[in-house]
């Protein structure tokens, strides 16, 4: 066998390879006797029609076409190894450069390489602010609201009040806007308020129920929505009522009603710890993506383009599952987005992908070089978690037994990978933040999330193993949120 490589510009590598004019004789001899057992020959019995009959009837272009994806399934091992080269995923057939020699042309994707420069001296403030009184203090607010009641009141609509009216838009006499319903609170709804345009309900101050009113706008360029961009819109408002909100008194009593809660000081407890909570991983998220983003602006990383294709699958699918929830198909919402599929891919799916797959692998090897590891006590508690966590389920027989074996496996691995990946980013902090680090000896039964992969346990007690699954979410800047 002559083998020849060709290094691609995306670190993938092409290889071609001659081989010995023997050993494709003998496999197109063989893929003769596999057609002839599929065909029907006169005279002869399946499989047992000569060669030179087969030839004649089928031709060597059939023959040739079967030997060499014969030749492929054995030989392809041995390519790959006299070739030096270690794929990190599946190679393809390029192309049949010629059959006399046969010589045949792969393009294989090489594993991913990263090389990071001296991140020791990247610094970046963690500067995490308390929670303020005012943050509880609006929240209650905004609950309080939630639990008011409304009541009819024949007066002109004032701030606060809640409005229900409907709405049509016009670009001089052509409907731009059909007739929408639309409630709200005026003046006192951040979401709603700024549809169509920012402070709308303000406009509707001072209208009574039955009224109507036109409210002229002109829309910039850079509108939301495109119908309004670049226009002159007359919007007609017709009030059909106006309720007034009765707020409930912030005391015990309200939070007993809530029914977790036994005053109002254990609910502004709880209240301060989730939004403490709800800033801190806001606050993160941010943090890590600016800190990973400097960590790219110093690293080398190539990775081969079947990656970043296995992500934008896996997204497309998490979405399409995340709008069926929703009540929401794929092309209703490409339709809402005013997007063609290729579009919505090249223009958020892929950019979002490179990205996460850039940052999980330098999260992978900043682990490396710090030598961050998940001892053993951490992988038997996750280990014993999820085995704990498939028991409660119903038991199963057969292959929905083996498929519950795999969902332990995957659910335990991502386990121990999300754990990997917060100790990476935490010393990704500590680093950043001048933090002294703690040198702690190696305990000899660590490990990273591959090595765990090793473990081994009875199926009464623990999952059998863990395979090397992971999903999209584990990756990137997102690996630190699970």
Do not use: C
């Not at 991913?112 to 602010?129: A, M």
């Not at 819109?233 to 809660?261: M, R, Y």
């Not at 606050?283 to 294709?309: G, H, N, R």
Request: charged letters at 35%; zero cysteines.
């Amino acid at each position: 066998m002559k083998i020849e490589t060709f290094p691609q510009d995306d670190h993938q590598v092409k290889i071609e390879a001659e081989f010995d004019a023997d050993l494709f004789e003998g496999y197109k001899r063989r893929a003769a006797r596999k057609i002839a057992q599929k065909a029907k020959v006169p005279g002869f019995r399946p499989g047992k029609a000569p060669y030179e009959v087969i030839h004649r009837i089928y031709g060597e272009g059939a023959i040739s076409e079967e030997a060499v994806e014969l030749l492929i399934d054995e030989q392809y091992a041995k390519v790959l190894e006299e070739s030096s080269v270690e794929p990190s995923g599946p190679g393809a057939l390029q192309e049949i450069v010629s059959l006399d020699p046969l010589k045949l042309s792969f393009l294989v994707p090489l594993k991913p390489e990263v090389e990071i420069g001296n991140y020791k001296d990247i610094k970046l403030e963690y500067n995490l602010e308390p929670i303020s009184e005012d943050t509880v203090s609006e929240f209650l607010t905004r609950l309080q609201k939630n639990y008011a009641t409304a009541e009819p009141v024949d007066r002109p609509i004032e701030k606060g009040d809640v409005v229900y009216f409907k709405v049509t838009g016009y670009e001089n006499d052509e409907t731009v806007l059909d007739e929408t319903p639309v409630q709200l609170v005026v003046g006192e709804d951040k979401n709603k308020d700024n549809w169509p345009f920012e402070n709308f309900s303000k406009k509707l101050i001072g209208l009574k129920e039955g009224e109507s009113k036109d409210i002229r706008h002109t829309f910039k360029e850079d509108a939301e929505e495109e119908r309004f961009k670049s226009k002159k819109i007359k919007f007609n408002v017709i009030i059909q009522s106006v309720k007034t909100l009765t707020l409930p008194e912030l005391d015990d009593e309200f939070a007993k009603s809530l029914g977790q809660f036994e005053s109002m000081e254990e609910l502004k407890n709880a209240i301060h710890d989730q939004e403490e909570a709800n800033k801190k991983q806001e606050y993160e998220d941010q943090y890590f993506a600016d800190l990973l983003d400097k960590y790219a602006e110093i690293s080398t990383v190539k990775f081969p383009p079947f990656m970043v294709e296995e992500e934008i699958h896996h997204s497309l699918h998490a979405l399409e599952r995340n709008l069926k929830r929703e009540n929401l198909d794929f092309e209703t919402y490409l339709k809402l987005m005013n997007m063609d599929k290729e579009q919505f891919i090249e223009t958020n799916l892929r950019p979002a992908a490179i990205r996460r797959i850039r940052n999980s692998l330098i999260i992978d090897k900043l682990g490396l070089e710090e030598k961050i590891e998940v001892g053993k006590e951490d992988i038997d508690g996750i280990l014993q978690e999820t085995a704990q966590m498939m028991q409660s389920l119903p038991a199963q027989k057969g292959k929905k037994a083996k498929s519950n074996d795999q969902v332990a496996s995957d659910i335990a691995y991502n386990s121990i990978s999300q754990l990997y990946n917060q100790r990476t980013l935490e010393r990704m902090k500590a680093l950043a933040n001048g933090e002294p680090i703690e040198e702690k000896s190696a305990e000899p039964e660590s490990a990273t999330p591959e090595a765990a992969t090793d473990s081994t346990a009875t199926p009464e007690t623990e999952v059998e193993s863990i395979e090397e699954v992971q999903s999209s979410d584990s990756t990137g800047e997102e690996a630190h949120q699970e």
